[in-house]
């Protein structure tokens, strides 16, 4: 994800700062209520866990509050990542193009936005109106609070994108860039008919042609799918458009995905209270005297820190920044650094409790517990390759100059580290042992890391709360709009007969189960660097895995090569956007790394030849 990709709006290109003041309204009503529901939900889900465990008297109104809430949040967080530019995209095709010729792009990009925004209002309106008779079985009001969270989100995130659009181009550019979107459009209004009769060329048409396209420019990856989709039903079939905004709201209100914004706010926390810098301490001290220590040190706390944070950026610039300083002056390359972190980003992200995890289950029906446990081996033979490099790297480094810490030392870091190193334990265990859902069991790290923050540590800093839950509303948003699109996507693909094709030519593939998983593999290495992980995945997750059980290959066995396939191309040059984050963290131009990160990427690829040839790594220990 690329979060400075968008220009900065500029405020002088609208009469009266129109953006300044929409940015102030914004606050009033979106911002301060999103941040209110991420503390809500905490405690309605953390006070539901404890009244059924502790309590032995369950509060059946917790979920379906929290459910409702849930959509809110949603929409709110993302109309605050438009707002700043922070939605997912593809920059790979325009990060170097001339800037004006990079500023019709981006108006044109953002008019593709308005334009999926306008095709979604009367969908959602008639979304709304289908469900103002419903009930919600326990709260016994109607399902039209939920459903109007979809229509209440498309308008403001219309307005925005406007908004967005006249501080960021010129008039110009605006007046220009939509004349040609207008006109394109009419083009294809005119030519319905046709589309109508081309059947599933349809799909090379819309799915392939104008998604490939949209991405291409940097139309953010969430409302590239949800144009895309629109135009195909309303182009080519005969659909009631009122589907998508309902498919949107089953996607993004699945109570697993509700783990989403809390394991980002308890990221954080973790960062905010010193927990994650406590733990990098101690490891630093344990083995940071040996070759390559430093580099274990990295790998080591990426191991144990990763997937709390729901973001792989957060991940990476919670653990470099500390490190890295060090590590160059004992003569590590910048491009060797790069390399490390990227391939420790794409080898965790089968570590739980990973965001991409909690997704597999809650598009797939895979047990988030058989996830949980089925995700450390993987992570642990990624980790074990790339110690082989690291090894391989510094055999020969200076070590004349670092000192090794006493016992006594040593043991005062694991003291202080301690309240730190158990937090992952707790997580893992917690779901494990049956004690609390997926979902629950971050309300759980919530509560443990404030408490650590507060009474051990002694860093908890409450102004900055306010702004880590806004940065959780931003993030969650901009992953559960893509979750939402994608949902409907992926339902539009299915109707299309397109799950059928699928099932055919992957289960007419040579080779069995291995050949299934390889072909799997290096497919998804491919969509992982395109389409980013999250939106792979709950693009085909619903279509590939009821092939993967028909030949015969276990369920968590086939998640844990995705996962770990699209993680390997999220971080691998030259369109994994994962690889260019890693840069901008390490501040390493990206000529000076890309040369450098192939032994990294040659080991994972070695590690996932391993996880996919020997099921053990994955369903060992289930």
Not at 99 to 117: E, I, N, Q, S, T
Not at 172 to 186: I, P, Y
Not at 266 to 278: D, K, P, Y
């Amino acid at each position: 994800m690329d979060d400075t990709a968008w220009p900065q709006a500029n405020p002088a290109r609208l009469p009266a700062t129109a953006s300044a003041r929409w940015g102030q309204v914004l606050a009033c009503v979106v911002e301060v209520p999103a941040a209110l529901i991420v503390v809500a939900e905490a405690l309605i889900l953390g006070g539901g866990a404890f009244a059924r465990y502790a309590l032995h008297a369950p509060l059946p109104w917790t979920d379906e509050v929290a459910s409702l809430l849930f959509v809110w949040l949603a929409m709110f967080g993302a109309i605050i990542a438009l707002q700043r530019g922070a939605h997912m995209q593809l920059t790979t095709f325009i990060k170097n193009q001339p800037p004006r010729k990079r500023a019709w792009l981006d108006a044109f990009g953002m008019w593709m936005v308005v334009a999926f925004l306008l095709l979604l209002l009367q969908p959602a309106w008639e979304h709304l109106a289908e469900h103002r008779g419903v009930q919600m079985p326990t709260l016994e009001i109607s399902e039209a609070w939920r459903a109007g969270a979809i229509l209440a989100g498309t308008v403001l995130m219309l307005v925005t994108a406007v908004i967005r659009l006249l501080s960021c181009a010129s008039l110009r550019q605006t007046a220009v860039s939509g004349l040609a979107a207008a006109l394109g459009a009419g083009a294809l209004w005119l030519l319905s008919p046709v589309l109508t009769d081309l059947g599933n060329a349809n799909l090379v048409i819309f799915f392939l042609l104008m998604l490939g396209g949209c991405v291409a420019i940097g139309v953010p990856i969430a409302f590239a799918f949800g144009l895309a989709t629109l135009c195909y039903l309303v182009l080519s079939t005969a659909t009631p458009l009122s589907i998508i905004p309902n498919r949107m709201q089953e996607g993004m209100s699945h109570m697993i995905l509700l783990a989403v914004p809390l394991f980002i706010f308890l990221g954080g926390l973790i960062e905010m209270t010193g927990l994650a810098r406590a733990m990098i301490q101690f490891l630093a001290g344990l083995i940071g005297h040996l070759r390559g220590g430093l580099q274990y040190v990295l790998l080591g706390a990426m191991y144990i820190v990763s997937g709390i944070s729901g973001s792989k950026a957060a991940d990476m610039a919670a653990v470099a920044p500390a490190l890295f300083p060090e590590m160059k002056q004992r003569g590590a390359k910048d491009g060797d650094l790069i390399g490390l972190l990227s391939a420790s980003g794409a080898m965790s992200e089968t570590i739980p409790p990973s965001i991409v995890l909690i997704t597999v289950g809650s598009v797939t029906g895979v047990s988030i517990t058989s996830l949980f446990i089925g995700g450390l081996m993987p992570a642990l033979v990624g980790l074990v390759m790339m110690a082989l490099v690291v090894w391989w790297q510094t055999r020969k480094e200076d070590m004349r100059g670092v000192a090794r810490p006493s016992r006594r030392a040593l043991l005062r870091l694991l003291v202080v580290a301690l309240p730190a190193l158990a937090l992952p334990v707790i997580i893992r265990t917690a779901v494990v042992e049956g004690v609390a859902t997926a979902t629950e069991v971050s309300t759980i790290g919530i509560f443990y890391a404030a408490l650590a923050g507060v009474l051990v540590y002694r860093q908890f800093d409450y102004r900055r709360i306010y702004p880590i839950l806004l940065n959780t509303a931003a993030l969650s948003g901009a992953i559960l709009l893509i979750v939402g699109c994608a949902t409907a996507m992926a339902w539009a693909l299915t109707q299309s007969g397109f799950a059928q094709d699928l099932v055919r030519i992957m289960s007419a593939v040579p080779g069995g189960k291995s050949g299934f998983l390889l072909v799997s593999a290096l497919a998804f290495i491919v969509l992982g660097s395109l389409l980013e992980g999250i939106p792979a995945i709950v693009l085909f997750g619903p279509l590939l895995f009821p092939i993967a059980r028909l030949v015969g290959v276990h369920e968590v066995h086939y998640a844990m090569v995705v996962i770990f396939a699209m993680g390997l191309g999220l971080f691998a040059p030259p369109f994994g956007v994962g690889f260019y984050a890693a840069c901008a963290i390490g501040r390493v131009s990206p000529d000076v790394a890309m040369p450098r990160v192939w032994p990294h990427m040659a080991a994972l690829f070695i590690a996932l030849l391993l996880l996919t040839l020997v099921p053990w790594f994955s369903i060992g220990f289930l």
